[in-house]
């Protein structure tokens, strides 16, 4: 299968402490894991569901996920880590309007006339990002950027995506036993944090 995993900086693999790239990352580890399927990185730091960032106007998940689908057909599935920048306090966002972003999100992804090319959908998952992890706000940048509202938002994203997919006939894959975000920066996932995902998502992928 050929399986695109569209993200942001925690797919990417974005290194907190070093400020670069982990060469181990989930997509990574998955391809080494299960040879037989193309996983496909299509992460980006700062990458949103569908909030327009005004000092990266490239971030914004919404506007750029058809032409990434249309670049690598065919697809077999389709992966959605997003939400984590989403809830930064610059953008006001609530659990509604998360919601309301996952749900334009899928609108696009789900809109049969995008593959009219292959005549098919590709099966689709939502993975929920990785917690923040408790002392966040220890880490001046993280409080300033996501406050305590983002935090309270990023706590209820599961019950809040489960129920979208739900209505919409998608997979939910909910990650809160398995990672959360490193105490460094309370956003960003390890090395072995990554590995535990790969784990997880490749336990899911052979039950389906």
Not at 57 to 76: A, C, F, Q, T
Request: aromatic residues 10%; glycine residues 6%.
């Amino acid at each position: 299968m050929r399986i695109l995993i569209y993200g942001d900086s925690n797919t990417w693999g974005y290194d907190a402490k070093t400020g670069k790239r982990f060469e181990k990352r989930y997509p990574k580890y998955l391809q080494k894991m299960m040879p037989q399927h193309e996983f496909i990185e299509e992460g980006l730091p700062g990458r949103t569901l569908c909030q327009d960032d005004p000092y990266d106007e490239d971030r914004n998940g919404k506007k750029y996920i058809s032409m990434v689908i249309k670049s690598h057909e065919p697809l077999d599935m389709i992966w959605i880590n997003l939400g984590t920048n989403d809830a930064k306090r610059m953008f006001s966002t609530n659990i509604y309007s998360m919601v309301k972003g996952l749900k334009a999100v899928l609108s696009i992804v789900l809109n049969p006339a995008l593959y009219r090319n292959y005549g098919k959908i590709p099966e689709v998952w939502i993975i929920r990002p990785a917690r923040m992890h408790p002392d966040y706000e220890l880490k001046k940048t993280t409080k300033a950027n996501f406050g305590k509202e983002g935090d309270a938002i990023m706590e209820q994203l599961a019950v809040a995506y489960k129920n979208v997919c739900a209505a919409g006939g998608v997979k939910f894959i909910d990650t809160k036993d398995v990672i959360m975000a490193d105490k460094f920066d309370g956003i960003h996932i390890t090395e072995e944090s990554h590995k535990k995902l790969a784990i997880y998502l490749k336990k899911k992928l052979e039950e389906k």
